[in-house]
């Protein structure tokens, strides 16, 4: 089973700044990874896959690279409405499907 | 609009047993993969189960094989979630999850439905 592993747990950053979130794997995962945003009480939401490919609606600030095993999602100007939490999931070896344990990024 | 809306969750005693619907609207159900994700209080996400849209190939967490059966009705736009000899350790917002046609992520969520195992 690959393990995925987020950091930092928590980032706290200030509205109009950027925010940089990291996800590692176990071993390679080519660049079958997807990023999940979740805020409370509501599903996740599908941000980025294929590492770099936004989803259908998703805004240009959000951007995802990496392969192998290092991957990032930067988010480049934060709004209010990008405060929630983050989840990277491997899709290259499965299953099972495997998620990162989640970054909360916060209000700094 | 594409929707995806869960159903069945409860209270239910370990041991027991319970079956989650997932409706599917707005897009041509049988031609998607499906999973069940849950999300125990407070904790991350972790994939439960997957089938293809022909309802052939199924696949298992380890956490759930054994007890678990996903299955799906084409005709009738929905997928199921049958949970037997359910543990605490169950216990969790159970989500159903469609794949993506190019690629093995999970493009459209439901809401959600609790299930909540305990005496």
């Known amino acids: 089973e690959i393990v995925m592993t987020q950091s930092p747990a928590t980032l706290s950053v200030s509205p109009g700044e950027r925010a940089t979130l990291s996800c590692r794997a176990s071993q390679s995962v080519s660049n079958n990874l997807a990023w999940y945003q979740q805020k409370p009480g509501q599903a996740p939401r599908l941000l980025i896959y294929g590492a770099s490919t936004r989803a259908t609606g998703i805004p240009a600030r959000f951007s995802g690279s990496g392969s192998g095993t290092e991957f990032t999602l930067t988010i480049s100007s934060l709004q209010s409405e990008d405060f929630a939490v983050y989840y990277c999931?491997?899709?290259?070896?499965?299953?099972?499907?495997?998620f990162g344990q989640g970054t909360k990024l916060e209000i700094k | 609009e594409v929707l995806l809306v869960e159903s069945g969750g409860g209270l239910v005693q370990p041991g027991g047993s319970l079956r989650l619907s997932c409706a599917a609207s707005g897009f041509t159900f049988s031609t998607y993969e499906m999973n069940w994700v849950r999300q125990a209080p407070g904790k991350g996400l972790e994939w439960v189960s997957f089938i293809t849209g022909s309802g052939i190939t199924i696949f298992y967490a380890d956490s759930v094989k054994g007890r678990f059966t996903i299955s799906r009705d084409n005709a009738n736009n929905s997928l199921y979630l049958q949970m037997n000899s359910l543990r605490a350790e169950d216990t969790a917002v159970y989500y159903c999850?469609?794949?993506?046609?190019?690629?093995?992520?999970?493009?459209?969520w439901g809401q959600g439905t609790l299930v909540t195992v305990s005496s």
């Open positions: 999931q491997q899709y290259n070896n499965w299953p099972p499907y495997t």
């Open positions: 999850a469609r794949g993506h046609l190019a690629v093995d992520a999970f493009d459209i």
